[in-house]
């Protein structure tokens, strides 16, 4: 017994890192390119919008439920954006970083990443949220990812690091992002991935029956959509299960129903994880949830407890254009 139990306290342990952010956390690519590298499990608390005062609101739900080994915290855009001074910036991202330290959970600051020359105004302000951040880390003992330096070098070398509205990241963005996430990690001997090798995730729902409100044709939706997304990060996700712009695969619309069965050998409990822009979930005609806000994009936003019945259950939800929904048995990823 002692031998075993000696063994097992010898096996590498998987690292679990909680990614808490905003949208450009939200959209998936960041942690994926770390787990990618790593192997770590790496679980995603972005949510598109958010500042660090929201963020600090959102702790015990979005992150330390998720018991991590380690919270690597991405935040400052929005809060430069809608000029929230640097002293109410400082005095949430500390508070957020004083909760993490108390729970003996190792953090990593990310330096924010660059805006285009059309925020030209505000990434001149970016520098106070800097020296905040390295203020805090150098304090608390926090690592610090210089995301920011090693996007600006990135942009002196000619490299497209910032889509269109010069604010969220090209995939080239996220690989330099990626980069200075692994050197604070002491990783830097591992290789940033040139390409994302994705798959479906584990759960996913795949036969549906979907149509556009109020009174589309319903037709039949397979998942992973076959056809490809005309945007790359829509086609990351599209490839990972989510079902992307029903408008085009499904018929003109801005709201949808679709419906789908469960078959269980036995009366078991799962989980449902949510994503994109579902909005409602009925089982087996009840309503098993119903979203009261916007909590994210990414999947597992809101892992919902629910009991399925022997044989086949029914299950219907309302989305807009997009959604996610896998049905697994713990709720440990």
């Not at 996430?181 to 979907?210: F, K, Q, S």
Request: hydrophobic share 45%; glycine share 8%.
């Amino acid at each position: 017994m002692r031998l075993t139990l000696l063994v097992l306290l010898l096996l590498p342990q998987e690292e679990r890192i909680v990614f808490l952010g905003d949208s450009i956390t939200d959209g998936h690519t960041l942690p994926l390119l770390v787990r990618q590298a790593t192997g770590a499990i790496c679980i995603n608390a972005g949510v598109a919008g958010d500042t660090a005062a929201g963020m600090r609101k959102r702790l015990d739900r979005d992150v330390l439920t998720r018991r991590p080994g380690r919270v690597a915290l991405s935040v400052g855009i929005n809060d430069v954006l809608r000029n929230v001074a640097p002293a109410d910036y400082e005095a949430d991202v500390a508070a957020i970083v004083e909760r993490i330290k108390n729970q003996r959970i190792a953090m990593i600051l990310l330096t924010p990443t660059i805006l285009g020359p059309k925020h030209a105004e505000a990434e001149k302000r970016l520098a106070d949220y800097v020296a905040v951040l390295r203020r805090i880390a150098s304090k608390e003992g926090a690592a610090v990812a210089e995301v920011h330096e090693q996007m600006a070098r990135a942009r002196t070398e000619g490299r497209e690091l910032l889509e269109p509205d010069q604010v969220h990241l090209t995939f080239a963005g996220y690989r330099v992002m990626a980069r200075a996430v692994l050197d604070a990690m002491g990783r830097a001997d591992h290789a940033v991935p040139d390409a994302l090798t994705l798959e479906p995730m584990a759960g996913l729902m795949r036969e549906w029956t979907v149509r556009a409100l109020p009174d589309g044709a319903p037709k039949e939706l397979r998942l992973p959509q076959s056809a490809p997304a005309a945007h790359w990060w829509f086609d990351q996700e599209r490839r990972r299960g989510f079902a992307v712009e029903l408008d085009k695969a499904v018929g003109a619309g801005k709201r949808f129903r679709a419906a789908a069965t469960i078959e269980s050998k036995e009366a078991r409990d799962v989980f449902f994880n949510t994503g994109a822009d579902l909005d409602e979930i009925r089982l087996n005609g009840r309503v098993l949830w119903k979203s009261e806000g916007w909590t994210g994009w990414h999947a597992g936003k809101e892992r919902i407890p629910a009991r399925l019945s022997a044989g086949a259950n029914a299950v219907e939800i309302e989305s807009g254009s997009s959604f996610f929904l896998s049905v697994t048995d713990e709720n440990n990823w």
